[in-house]
């Protein structure tokens, strides 16, 4: 299996739901990451799970809020969205942290 | 702060055509260098990645060729084909791993 999966492939949600996102690969992979793109715009890093170790970019809200159960399932909760938070967040996995980056097909978030 | 940019920022060429997309970057503390291709509204897929001790790396009729000390990276397309229509980012990433940095992005047209 060569694929990084991404569930659900659409998301509408209001600002007082949780919700959850979540990316799997089973190319036996030690990093995953998330990203968030916006329109017409490179992704952003979010998050690094390398090892189990996470390293998170400071800029990132509290309102997200990453979980690595185990190396090949990673999860992203959501609580308390704001509109802006509208994007499509992407899924990606590496050897290690310095390996090539292979990416899931994201998740469209809409926060109404 | 790191600075990855992309010139130009929309191309278009007619079919058959080879062309050079550019992507310069900053902070001379690169691990290795990615190229990318972004179809509309889905995921990145991977096309080629240079480690910083490499020079160029070719796929197909793709090459990507690295120069640290000048900060750039250029990807390569030979004889170009309508289905390479995309956006095409270059991403590089310190030697840490943790910080992988996006350009804009070139958004190429193929024209029959």
């Known amino acids: 299996d060569t694929e990084v999966t991404q569930t659900p492939k659409h998301l509408v949600m209001g600002m007082t739901n949780k919700k959850s996102l979540k990316c799997e690969q089973h190319?036996?992979?030690?990093?995953m990451y998330w990203y968030k793109q916006k329109a017409k715009k490179p992704p952003e890093l979010m998050f690094v799970y390398s090892y189990e170790k996470l390293s998170i970019n400071e800029s990132v809200p509290s309102r997200f809020s990453p979980e690595c159960p185990n190396s090949s399932l990673l999860n992203l909760h959501l609580h308390a969205l704001q509109p802006e938070d509208s994007a499509l967040y992407l899924c990606?996995?590496?050897?290690?942290?310095?390996?090539?980056?292979?990416f899931g097909p994201g998740t469209r978030l809409t926060v109404l | 702060k790191q600075e990855v940019t992309q010139i130009p920022a929309a191309l278009s060429v007619p079919e058959g055509e080879n062309l050079v997309l550019n992507c310069s970057f900053t902070?001379?503390?690169?691990?290795?260098l990615q190229w990318f291709r972004q179809d509309p509204g889905k995921g990145l897929t991977s096309l080629l990645l240079i480690q910083s001790s490499q020079r160029e790396q070719t796929s197909g009729r793709l090459n990507a060729s690295l120069d640290k000390s000048s900060g750039r990276s250029t990807l390569y397309i030979a004889a170009s084909q309508p289905g390479d229509s995309a956006t095409y980012l270059c991403a590089k990433t310190d030697n840490y791993g943790q910080n992988f940095v996006f350009g804009p992005g070139t958004r190429l047209s193929v024209l029959p």
């Open positions: 190319m036996g992979h030690r990093a």
């Open positions: 902070d001379s503390a690169i691990y290795n």
């Open positions: 990606a996995s590496s050897r290690g942290g310095l390996s090539e980056q292979f």
